[in-house]
């Protein structure tokens, strides 16, 4: 299967790295973004590796998620043949921020 990441799952890849830049460490932000990357090609060859989503139920997709430490989670759904990550969460945030 392919991974392939959506506009919003980009979005908050691009906010992870510029809020280090922001913070004067933008090579942390470009570690972080790459480290959050190779996570999601583990799911290539296994998609099931993750957990359930709970927080996600309602939407009715079979969201899960895959923990990228230590503060971030990859949620993302299997439509044969792709992955779609939907959302990178921060861990630190409020559950019911988190949107697909």
């Known amino acids: 299967m392919k991974v392939k990441l959506t506009a919003n799952a980009r979005r908050r890849l691009q906010q992870i790295r510029d809020y280090h830049k922001g913070q004067g460490n933008a090579a942390k932000g470009r570690r972080i ?15 099931e590796l993750g957990q359930a989503e709970t927080y996600l139920e309602s939407e009715g997709k079979g969201h899960s998620y895959l923990l990228v430490k ?14 779609f990550i939907t959302d990178i969460f921060d861990t630190r945030q409020n559950p019911d921020d988190m949107r697909p």
């Open 70 to 83: 230590p503060f971030y989670k990859l949620i993302y759904f299997i439509t044969k043949p792709f992955i």
């Open 33 to 47: 973004g790459r480290k959050i990357l190779a996570e999601s090609k583990k799911l290539e060859k296994y998609p």
